[in-house]
């Protein structure tokens, strides 16, 4: 259904005939030349790409050579033959380009782009996959041991986890930031915004650690409730010690989105397999042979965070860029930061909120609630990431078909096409094998039997909220890459909202585990819808010619 949908939205974009010239035989030699640039000429303006003035001027004006030069000798009619044809040539080819392919062979033309994406987002889903990965190996190493303990990595999680997405603003700016400046192949700009970003990171990793240490038992204690506080000094040891790595995560963060920004997604991918790598191996040491247990979890999860954000440094020096430069934003600089950032930070923030709404009722539900709940949601987050790299491959490659030199819409629209294909089928695959894994697997998690119980009645919720993800990162990275964020965050507020009030009636009612998670599916869908409807209507991004609304007025080196 989603793709018919879009495939009817979007058919237009790429049904380009090559006009018949056989059919007109009977004009003269002067008179075809002519009928060949008027047609070319008509042609390029119903593309309405940039250049098309430029173009059309030089139409205009060999045709009126044409028609001023009736007493030339047949060589010269051969010459303008000869250059007319290579123009026709010329102008074909690039009809093909925007076609994806030859002229109307345009499914070739979308399985081409559809391989150029996944040979960006192939490396990038392996960014987005680390992280859930450390948590979801801490929960299935401490879930061996102690449900008590497999329970307080929930509220635990929300603190080190779910507040850190808080802080996608940064990642967001830095991409965006990046990518437009590359456009205008200039790296002293794109080494500024670096150093600015760099900073800002530091300053909120430091305010996060500081907000830990003293505030993060207080936070533990207000979430879970005195009918779990049994599991507070659990989840207050796991977020003492992660809290350590903030300032590290953070700048990390900026690092690996300034690359992906560059298009490059191996760098801070070999830095983050090395660091799940050593996660992998300090859980089992420390937790399953030491006996350390949810405290062996964090150490070995921050010391990996650590390794991984040094190595993202690394990897974006290597590039020519100084990422130790740190450079104190003046305070115009900040505004444009905060025009950008603002409204991605009211989208995370009522996303990370929804999220902890979500887990603050299934823990009031009991130890076996909230335990079957962490297993499922992190296995949901380790599913969920690979349709982010969609998000990214929108914010890095969309920019420069808004905005570039070579801007085109009709390119624009035909790589969402391709971005929506690709996680509508991403969707649907990982919904059933993330669906099977807790269904035919459930001891890789816990032996409990209670536990494994109420994790299978929420199986169906899980499937429908999972199958859609994927499409929504495409379509809320298109929005975020044309910077309609004004919309973007309104809407994640209100869906925020929506999901908020069935939260609370659900859980009211008494529904249960299974009634929060269809709360998550009505949240999921309708984001989707929303995104979908925006970017489909004339004064979306991808359809309205005057951009100068989203347009922000770029950093400028100090």
């Given at each position: 259904m989603?793709?018919?949908?879009?495939n009817?939205?979007?058919?237009?974009?790429?049904?380009?005939?090559?006009?018949?010239?056989?059919?007109?035989?009977?004009?003269?030699?002067?008179?075809?030349?002519?009928?060949?640039?008027?047609?070319?000429?008509?042609?390029?303006?119903s593309?309405?790409?940039?250049?098309?003035?430029?173009i059309?001027?030089?139409?205009?004006?060999?045709?009126?050579?044409?028609?001023?030069?009736?007493?030339?000798?047949?060589?010269?009619?051969?010459?303008?033959?000869?250059d007319?044809?290579g123009?026709?040539?010329q102008?074909?080819?690039?009809?093909?380009?925007?076609?994806?392919g030859k002229?109307g062979?345009?499914?070739?033309?979308?399985?081409k782009?559809?391989?150029?994406?996944?040979?960006?987002?192939?490396?990038?889903?392996?960014?987005?996959?680390?992280?859930?990965?450390?948590?979801l190996i801490?929960?299935?190493?401490i879930g061996?041991?102690?449900?008590?303990?497999?329970?307080?990595l929930?509220?635990?999680?929300?603190?080190?986890?779910?507040?850190?997405y808080?802080f996608m603003?940064?990642?967001?700016?830095?991409?965006?930031?990046v990518?437009?400046?590359?456009?205008?192949q200039?790296k002293?700009?794109?080494?500024?915004?670096?150093?600015?970003?760099?900073?800002?990171?530091?300053?909120?990793?430091?305010?996060?650690?500081?907000f830990?240490?003293?505030?993060?038992?207080?936070?533990?204690?207000?979430?879970?409730?005195q009918?779990?506080?049994?599991?507070?000094?659990a989840a207050n040891?796991?977020?003492?010690?992660?809290?350590?790595?903030?300032?590290?995560?953070?700048?990390?963060?900026?690092?690996?989105?300034?690359?992906?920004?560059?298009?490059?997604?191996?760098?801070?991918l070999?830095?983050?397999?090395?660091?799940?790598?050593?996660?992998?191996?300090?859980?089992?040491v420390?937790?399953?042979?030491?006996?350390?247990?949810i405290?062996?979890?964090a150490?070995?999860?921050?010391?990996?965070?650590?390794?991984?954000?040094?190595?993202?440094?690394?990897?974006?020096?290597?590039k020519?860029?100084?990422?130790?430069?740190?450079?104190?934003?003046?305070?115009?600089?900040?505004?444009?930061?905060f025009?950008?950032?603002?409204?991605?930070?009211?989208?995370?923030?009522s996303?990370?909120a929804?999220?902890?709404?979500?887990?603050?009722?299934?823990?009031?539900m009991?130890?076996?609630?909230?335990a079957?709940?962490?297993?499922?949601?992190?296995?949901?987050?380790?599913?969920?990431?690979?349709?982010?790299?969609?998000?990214?491959?929108a914010?890095?490659?969309?920019?420069?078909l808004?905005?570039?030199?070579?801007?085109?819409?009709?390119?624009?629209?035909?790589?969402?096409?391709?971005?929506?294909?690709?996680?509508?089928?991403?969707?649907?695959?990982?919904?059933?094998?993330?669906?099977?894994?807790p269904w035919?697997?459930?001891?890789?998690?816990?032996?409990?039997?209670?536990?494994?119980?109420?994790?299978?009645?929420?199986?169906?919720?899980?499937?429908?909220?999972?199958?859609?993800?994927p499409?929504?990162?495409?379509?809320?990275?298109?929005?975020?890459?044309g910077?309609?964020?004004?919309?973007?965050?309104?809407?994640?507020?209100?869906?925020f909202?929506?999901g908020?009030?069935?939260?609370?009636?659900?859980?009211?009612?008494?529904?249960g585990?299974?009634?929060?998670?269809?709360?998550?599916?009505?949240?999921?869908w309708?984001?989707?819808f929303?995104a979908?409807?925006?970017?489909?209507?004339?004064?979306?991004?991808?359809?309205?010619?005057?951009?100068s609304?989203?347009?922000m007025?770029?950093?400028?080196?100090?």
């Amino acid at each position: 259904m989603l793709i018919k949908t879009l495939n009817h939205s979007f058919s237009s974009l790429i049904s380009i005939k090559t006009p018949n010239f056989r059919e007109h035989n009977h004009y003269s030699s002067q008179s075809l030349i002519t009928y060949k640039k008027q047609e070319k000429l008509r042609l390029y303006n119903s593309i309405k790409t940039p250049r098309n003035r430029f173009i059309s001027n030089c139409i205009v004006s060999s045709s009126k050579d044409v028609v001023n030069n009736d007493d030339d000798n047949n060589n010269c009619s051969k010459e303008i033959q000869r250059d007319n044809d290579g123009d026709m040539a010329q102008f074909e080819e690039e009809v093909a380009v925007l076609g994806g392919g030859k002229v109307g062979r345009t499914g070739a033309g979308i399985w081409k782009q559809m391989k150029e994406i996944v040979m960006f987002t192939g490396p990038a889903t392996g960014l987005w996959l680390c992280g859930p990965l450390m948590s979801l190996i801490d929960t299935a190493v401490i879930g061996q041991g102690s449900s008590i303990e497999l329970a307080a990595l929930g509220p635990g999680t929300v603190v080190c986890d779910y507040m850190s997405y808080v802080f996608m603003f940064l990642s967001v700016a830095t991409s965006n930031l990046v990518a437009t400046s590359l456009t205008r192949q200039d790296k002293d700009e794109v080494q500024h915004q670096i150093s600015i970003l760099l900073f800002v990171g530091l300053v909120c990793g430091i305010f996060m650690f500081l907000f830990t240490r003293f505030f993060g038992s207080w936070v533990l204690t207000a979430f879970t409730g005195q009918k779990n506080a049994h599991i507070v000094p659990a989840a207050n040891t796991y977020v003492q010690i992660r809290g350590l790595a903030w300032p590290a995560v953070i700048v990390g963060w900026v690092a690996q989105s300034a690359s992906l920004g560059m298009r490059d997604s191996w760098g801070p991918l070999k830095a983050l397999a090395v660091s799940s790598i050593v996660n992998a191996v300090g859980d089992v040491v420390l937790c399953s042979y030491m006996g350390y247990g949810i405290a062996g979890a964090a150490w070995a999860t921050m010391v990996s965070q650590i390794i991984a954000a040094y190595m993202m440094i690394d990897a974006l020096n290597k590039k020519g860029y100084s990422a130790f430069a740190i450079t104190i934003p003046t305070f115009n600089e900040l505004l444009v930061i905060f025009g950008l950032a603002a409204p991605v930070f009211v989208t995370m923030v009522s996303k990370v909120a929804f999220y902890s709404l979500l887990i603050y009722y299934a823990t009031s539900m009991g130890t076996n609630s909230v335990a079957a709940h962490q297993v499922m949601i992190q296995t949901y987050s380790m599913c969920t990431v690979w349709g982010e790299p969609l998000s990214q491959t929108a914010q890095s490659f969309m920019p420069e078909l808004l905005y570039g030199a070579n801007r085109s819409l009709a390119k624009a629209r035909m790589l969402l096409k391709s971005l929506v294909i690709i996680g509508a089928t991403l969707g649907l695959v990982l919904g059933t094998i993330g669906t099977s894994v807790p269904w035919f697997f459930p001891n890789l998690f816990t032996p409990d039997q209670n536990v494994i119980q109420e994790m299978h009645k929420v199986l169906l919720p899980y499937l429908m909220a999972l199958a859609v993800t994927p499409s929504t990162h495409s379509l809320e990275g298109t929005l975020m890459a044309g910077r309609d964020l004004k919309f973007f965050s309104l809407s994640m507020t209100g869906c925020f909202a929506f999901g908020g009030l069935v939260l609370m009636l659900v859980s009211s009612r008494g529904y249960g585990l299974a009634g929060c998670w269809f709360a998550l599916v009505g949240f999921q869908w309708s984001r989707f819808f929303l995104a979908l409807q925006r970017l489909l209507s004339p004064d979306g991004v991808l359809y309205s010619e005057d951009l100068s609304r989203f347009n922000m007025e770029k950093l400028k080196a100090a």
